[in-house]
Structure formats: C-alpha cells, structure tokens
C-alpha cells in the first residue's frame, strides 16, 4: 500500500493507493484541517484510524512507500515554508511508518502536481487557451491558494521531468495604475513585496482594501485569508462593486504571472493553472480576462497566444503525484 499526503497550509488531503503493477488505486481518501492537528505524525495517525475504520486494516497497516507534497523548498530532504504549522522530519517520518527512509519521498506540493497532471485523464483539464499544442516541449503549472505555488516540466527529448520552482516569492510587478497603487499600498506594511502577496488566498483583502478601504465586510476582522471566501462570492455574485474590482485586479495580476512564468520556461507544452482558488472563481478565469493579461507581453503576445493554457479540475493532482513518486521509491 501507498500512502501519499498533499500537505497545504489550510487543509491536508491524504489517500492510501493498492498497488497494481505500475497502475495505482485510490481505496482511501479523506482531507483534515491542517491547523488542527499538533504534530504531523498525530495526523497520520487519525488517517491510519479512519482508513482502518472505513476499509479495514489493510489499507491502514501495509504501507510499502510513502510521498508528501509540501508547500516550500525542500532542500536535502528538509523543508522550509513559512505557511505551516509544524515541522516535517524524514527520519521521525520514517520511524513512525516503519520504513527504509529510501521508500519516503518528500517533494515540493507544485512538484507534486506537475507529476499528478502526467496521471490524469483529458476530463481533469478545461482549456482557456487551445493555442498550438507541441508535447515535445517544456510546460509550468501554478496554482494559488493559501500560497503561490510553480513547478516547470523540463522536456529533455525523450520525457519530461519535473523541477520545483519558487517564483511565487518573485517581485511583483504592476503592470497599470491600479495594480502600482496596490504596490504602494503593500509598501506601507511590508518592506519586500512578492506575487504570492497578491495572489494567494490573503491577497484578496489586500487588493479590496487598496481599492477602497472604506468598504469593510464581516470577515475584514479575521484572518485575511478568510476574507477571501466572502469577497469572491460577493464578486461572482456582484453584489458588491469593490470585490468586482478586486477580482478584477486579482484575475489580471494572475493571468500576468502566468505569462511570465511562460516565458520563463518557454512552455510551449503548456501552461497548467491549478489550486483550489482558480477552481472557486472558475466563472471570472473563463471571462477571457486572465488569458488577455497573460498573452499581455508587447512584442511577444502572438508567442504567448500560441501557449495552450489550462485550468485543471481536479484538486487531488498533487496527491496523485505524490503517490507515483513514492511508487517509484518502492521500486528503486
């Protein structure tokens, strides 16, 4: 049995896969929060006692291998992000699922993605931008969230292969008025600005109160990131002008970001846009406004529309991913 885990700093999603020669099968699968849980290991814990529960022991006893996609850089086995709560510790992880450390694979969560959108089906993907398609060639994913994550697919002629990115943490760079005076606005509460600032989940507010900071709703008293359920579904809804504005600013700062990272890699392949937010406000990506700001590059905007560009519907891309590579280790 496999087990994998996509590890995100508001929720975890983890699954137990049987192994059927080189295919895997989901036989388990349920997400927590990931703040409630003290320490990691506690959370495979009550994982193992709910698969045990629900499919019985098999499921929550025989693990073979494991993979753990998580958000940051994972430099020499160790991880370093600043959007979870706990520490993750190969050796300890390994001690407690009785396994060589060789049959535990931890990678980055976008890493993790890119690995997952090479298993899924044609049905897991909906295009904004048919473009010219060229397999052959380099492709990205993004995905925002509680963070902002990118991963490249490096083609090297006969395969692609996966490198981790953290251009999330790149300066932003406005591209108008309003996203200059979004800038200046971020200035005064932080010395250093970067993509993930606007662009994750906690952006929204950010954006609604550079817009207007009059204009308050109920959540503006919590965490940012709460904020950002309520202002995108008064956007969609359009009951308020400010969140129209502010998704607005969001949709083309995005589309912008993911135009950069094309170019950053030539992704010809393919530009692949995931995470749980894109799929929240998929009515807004689909307006045409985030292909126009991607393809928003002067000389360069016919290269740019010649890129197909994805959004990818299935949120357990990552945990697919991470289970593949960790069935890669169980084979090595």
């Known amino acids: 049995m496999i087990l994998a885990v996509d590890i995100g700093g508001t929720k975890c999603n983890l699954g137990a896969f049987e192994v059927d020669g080189p295919r895997l099968r989901l036989v388990f699968q349920k997400r927590y929060s990931t703040r409630d849980s003290p320490r990691f290991e506690t959370l495979i814990e009550d994982f193992r006692r709910d698969a045990a529960a629900s499919v019985g022991g098999k499921a929550a ?12 850089t994972v430099v020499a086995g160790q991880r370093h992000s600043v959007n979870l709560p706990w520490t993750l510790d190969p050796p300890e992880l390994a001690k407690a699922l009785k396994l060589d450390s060789k049959r535990i694979v931890l990678l980055n969560d976008l890493a993790a993605t890119a690995w997952g959108i090479q298993n899924l089906p044609s049905d897991a993907f909906l295009p904004l931008n ?16 509680t963070g902002l994550g990118e991963a490249i697919l490096f083609w090297d002629g006969q395969t692609h292969r996966v490198s981790p990115s953290e251009g999330g943490m790149t300066d932003f760079a406005p591209r108008n008025d309003r996203e200059i005076q979004l800038l200046l606005f971020l200035k005064t509460r932080m010395p250093h600005v970067c993509c993930e600032d606007v662009l994750a989940g ?36 359009r009951s308020c002008p400010v969140c129209v504005e502010t998704l607005d600013v969001w949709t083309e700062a995005y589309g912008a970001e993911a135009g950069n990272l ?3 890699v030539l992704a010809y392949g393919g530009v692949y846009v995931a995470g749980g937010i894109a799929l929240k406000v ?13 393809c928003d590059k002067a000389h360069l905007a016919d290269v740019l529309a010649n890129i197909p560009i994805s959004v990818v519907l299935n949120e357990d891309a990552p945990l697919w991913g991470a289970a593949h590579q960790a069935l890669a280790a169980s084979a090595g």
């Open 262 to 264: 094309g170019l950053r």
């Open 282 to 294: 998929l009515p807004k990506i689909k307006d045409g406004s985030f292909v126009r700001a991607f």
């Open 130 to 145: 048919v473009g010219v398609p060229r397999p052959n060639a380099n492709m990205a994913v993004l995905a925002a969230g």
């Open 61 to 72: 006893s025989q693990i073979s291998a494991a993979g753990f996609g998580v958000p940051g």
């Open 202 to 237: 906690r952006g929204f507010r950010a954006i609604h109160e550079s817009l207007d900071p009059a204009v308050r709703h109920s959540t503006f008293d919590q965490r940012a990131e709460i904020s950002a359920h309520e202002i995108t579904e008064m956007a969609l809804a």
